[in-house]
């Protein structure tokens, strides 16, 4: 069973949870410093936390031209369009993105009952030798670099299609913070190539239960406890 382990964001302004043993990036690499990446010890998965600028419903009305089968399909509110539009964000050109679960609302344990919170499940494919997402690369983040979602990972492609491509599912948080202009992510990926390339689709299993056990820890204990972060 996985265990969370509480932690420090931004300089201990937000507080959160992150995998037991995940390291820093940080210690390894820069981070841009609107984000906090921790990556796995044992696999290629990774957990992406963003502080964007305030999505609106002027760029929200493009997701249905960008993925409108879906939102027909769902039919969502504005506030759900704005958290999968972070998403759309992160992809690049070319890659294939499957809704799993659409951004369902969800109750924050540490906020105010005025401020929303979304969550689902997204796939993104992309063609071999290139992330499948970038963090905060997008105009709507504005954030101007990133860091790859995508932390490898290739599997067979149709044979139609001719090609090796990479998946990776997403596991994400969308608050919105209106008064902040301010929409705060949390990204947990998870390459699939290392485990259907081993057979261990159990180990894929487990690892996507930590990615879902974790979104849903951050829902009850995501908290901000310096708002002058936003400032």
């Given at each position: 069973?996985?265990?969370?382990?509480p932690?420090d964001?931004?300089?201990?302004?937000?507080?959160?949870?992150?995998?037991q043993n995940?390291?820093?990036a940080?210690d390894?690499?820069?981070?841009?410093s609107?984000q906090?990446v921790?990556?796995?010890r044992?696999?290629?998965?990774?957990q992406?936390?963003e502080?964007?600028?305030?999505v609106?419903?002027?760029?929200?009305?493009t997701l249905?031209?960008?993925?409108?089968?879906h939102?027909?399909t769902h039919?969502?509110?504005s506030d759900?369009k704005?958290?999968?539009?972070?998403?759309?964000?992160v992809?690049?050109?070319g890659?294939?993105l499957?809704?799993v679960?659409?951004p369902t609302r969800?109750s924050?344990g540490k906020?105010?009952a005025?401020?929303?919170?979304y969550r689902g499940v997204?796939?993104?494919?992309?063609?071999k030798?290139r992330s499948?997402a970038?963090?905060?690369s997008?105009?709507?983040s504005?954030?101007?670099s990133?860091?790859g979602?995508g932390?490898?990972?290739?599997?067979?492609?149709?044979s139609?299609?001719?090609?090796l491509?990479?998946?990776?599912?997403?596991?994400y948080?969308?608050?919105r913070l209106?008064?902040?202009?301010t929409?705060?992510?949390?990204f947990?990926?998870?390459?699939?190539?290392?485990?259907?390339?081993?057979?261990?689709l159990?180990?894929l299993e487990?690892?996507?239960?930590l990615a879902?056990?974790?979104?849903?820890g951050?829902v009850d204990?995501?908290e901000?406890?310096?708002?002058d972060?936003?400032?």
């Amino acid at each position: 069973m996985t265990t969370y382990t509480p932690h420090d964001f931004y300089g201990g302004a937000i507080k959160a949870l992150i995998p037991q043993n995940w390291v820093d990036a940080s210690d390894v690499r820069e981070i841009p410093s609107h984000q906090e990446v921790f990556l796995s010890r044992t696999t290629l998965s990774s957990q992406i936390t963003e502080i964007n600028q305030r999505v609106t419903d002027h760029e929200t009305a493009t997701l249905d031209t960008l993925i409108g089968a879906h939102l027909q399909t769902h039919q969502l509110d504005s506030d759900a369009k704005a958290a999968l539009y972070h998403i759309h964000d992160v992809c690049d050109e070319g890659d294939k993105l499957e809704i799993v679960t659409p951004p369902t609302r969800v109750s924050l344990g540490k906020f105010s009952a005025g401020i929303v919170g979304y969550r689902g499940v997204v796939r993104v494919t992309s063609p071999k030798g290139r992330s499948a997402a970038r963090a905060g690369s997008g105009s709507g983040s504005g954030s101007g670099s990133g860091v790859g979602l995508g932390l490898g990972g290739a599997v067979a492609g149709s044979s139609s299609e001719g090609q090796l491509t990479s998946t990776v599912t997403l596991w994400y948080l969308v608050v919105r913070l209106v008064e902040q202009e301010t929409d705060l992510v949390v990204f947990v990926n998870v390459p699939r190539e290392e485990f259907e390339k081993a057979g261990d689709l159990r180990g894929l299993e487990a690892e996507e239960r930590l990615a879902e056990g974790l979104i849903s820890g951050l829902v009850d204990g995501l908290e901000v406890v310096d708002w002058d972060l936003f400032c």
